[in-house]
């Protein structure tokens, strides 16, 4: 699976925005048999980011991963380069 098929876009909701603000997390829509480590892999390569950790979660038929970025890297940042914010 290439890195473009495993997230399928950012998920702009109001506690994403809030995890983006308060705790340096993103939230992605990703592809329902991608891993964590592949979900992290995507999201390095793509985005030019260190990846501290990956939650997934089930939600209404969608896999959601929060992806929790190395301090060094700022998610509001990020999200108004991807045009999230």
């Known amino acids: 699976m290439k890195n473009y098929?495993?997230?399928i876009n950012p998920l702009t909701t109001e506690k994403s925005v809030r995890l983006m603000e308060t705790e340096n997390k993103l939230t992605f829509?990703?592809?329902?048999?991608a891993s964590k480590k592949m979900i992290k892999d995507?999201?390095?390569?793509?985005?030019s980011l260190k990846v501290k950790k990956v939650n997934t979660h089930n939600n209404l038929g969608k896999k959601i991963a929060?992806?929790?970025l190395h301090p060094d890297f700022n998610a509001m940042d990020v999200a108004t380069k991807l045009g999230i914010i």
């Open 5 to 7: 098929d495993v997230l």
């Open 29 to 33: 829509i990703v592809a329902k048999n």
């Open 66 to 68: 929060v992806v929790t």
């Open 42 to 47: 995507a999201a390095e390569t793509l985005f």
